[in-house]
C-alpha cells in the first residue's frame, strides 16, 4: 500500500461546546453551540492530508463502542486508509471542549484503562509511506517504526505536544522536530523559543516551535527564522497544531522546502480556526490556495 502521508498515534471522540464564557464553580450553564466528532492529533492530521489532496493512512486504537464505531467511518468516508486501526474491548478515548469566544477553548480527555498499543498489535510491512507523522502517544508501534523509516530513507515528523515518553524517544530519530510552545518550554528548562529551537535543531536536523496566536519559530543546519501569525476570525482553535502538522507533513512529501511547508501548514491551520470543531475546521486544498493567494 503505497501512501503520502501514515499518521500514527492518537484518536479520540471530540464533543465541542460553544460558551460565552467559561463556567464558574457549581454553576449551570447553556451552550450556545454544539458539534461532535471523531478527533486526536494524528488522526486529525490524517483527514488533513486527505482533504487536502495527499493520500493517507490512521495507525492508532479505537474501541468496539459507539464512538469507534462513528470516529472509524469518519476517516474511512474520507479516504483515509484504515487498515491499521486496531479496535478493542477497551472504550474509545473521550475529549469534553468548552470553546469561549475568539476560539480559545478547554478540553478534558478521559482515557480510562484503555492500554497504549503493543508493539505486535501493528503490521506495518504492508505499507510504503513517503512520510511518517507521529504524534507520541502511541511510542511502543511509533519507535520501532521511526527506526525502519530512518534506514530506509522515509521522512519523518515528529508532532510533539507535550513532553513524555513517546516524545522523548522519537525526537532524536525523527527529521522533523515540532513542537509546542509548552513543550519547548518544558524540554529546553524554559527557554524562549528562540534560543529553545535552537537546542531542537540539535536533536533533530530540523525543528520549529508553534506558539499559536504569536506565530512560529524555525531552525534547520545553522539557518531559521520566524514566521508571522495569519489574521482570521477565530471561532475555536481546536485541533489547529493537528493541522498544521498533517499539512506540513504533506507539502514535504510533495517538494517544499521548510520555509514553503511552514507557510502553508500555518495557512491551512488558520483556516481550521475559523470553523467550530476540529474536523469541521479541516480545510479543502482549494481553500488553503485560495487563502495562500491572498496573503
Not at 457549581?26 to 492530521?45: M, R, Y
Not at 481546536?238 to 514553503?260: K, N
Not at 470553523?275 to 493567494?293: S, T
Request: aromatic share 6%; with cysteine.
Amino acid at each position: 500500500m503505497d501512501v503520502d502521508v501514515l499518521c500514527v498515534g492518537h484518536a479520540v471522540y471530540d464533543i465541542v461546546m460553544t460558551m460565552d464564557r467559561h463556567p464558574g464553580d457549581d454553576e449551570k450553564s447553556l451552550a450556545t453551540g454544539f458539534t461532535a466528532a471523531g478527533g486526536g492529533p494524528a488522526s486529525n492530521a490524517a483527514l488533513t492530508v486527505a482533504r487536502l489532496g495527499g493520500s493517507a493512512a490512521f495507525a492508532g486504537y479505537l474501541g468496539n463502542d459507539t464512538f469507534g464505531d462513528l470516529h472509524f467511518n469518519e476517516l474511512r468516508a474520507e479516504g483515509v486508509l484504515t487498515d491499521f486501526i486496531v479496535r478493542g474491548a477497551h472504550p474509545t478515548p473521550i475529549s469534553a471542549i468548552l470553546v469561549k469566544p475568539g476560539g480559545k477553548r478547554t478540553i478534558v480527555t478521559y482515557k480510562g484503562a484503555t492500554p497504549i498499543l503493543d508493539s505486535h498489535q501493528v503490521d506495518f510491512s504492508r505499507i510504503r509511506p513517503r512520510a511518517v507523522l507521529f504524534d507520541g502517544h502511541e511510542p511502543a508501534i511509533s519507535l520501532p517504526l521511526a527506526k525502519g523509516c530512518r534506514a530506509r530513507g522515509i521522512i519523518t515528523i515528529l508532532d510533539a505536544g507535550s513532553v513524555h515518553r513517546g516524545t522523548e524517544e522519537l525526537a532524536p530519530i525523527c527529521d522533523y522536530l515540532i513542537g509546542s510552545e509548552k513543550f519547548a518550554r518544558d524540554f529546553c528548562n524554559g527557554k524562549d523559543p528562540e534560543e529553545a529551537v535552537k537546542e531542537l535543531a540539535l536533536i533533530a536536523p530540523a525543528a520549529a516551535i508553534t506558539l499559536g496566536e504569536k506565530g512560529l519559530v524555525w531552525h534547520r543546519k545553522g539557518t531559521g527564522g520566524t514566521l508571522s501569525p495569519m489574521a482570521v476570525d477565530a471561532v475555536d482553535t481546536t485541533g489547529a497544531g493537528d493541522i498544521f502538522h498533517g499539512a506540513f507533513a504533506l507539502r514535504t512529501v510533495l517538494g517544499d522546502d521548510m520555509p514553503a511547508a511552514l507557510l502553508y501548514a500555518s495557512a491551512a491551520a488558520a483556516l481550521g480556526c475559523t470553523r467550530m470543531g476540529a474536523r469541521a475546521g479541516i480545510p479543502k486544498k482549494n481553500e488553503v490556495d485560495g487563502f495562500i493567494g491572498r496573503l
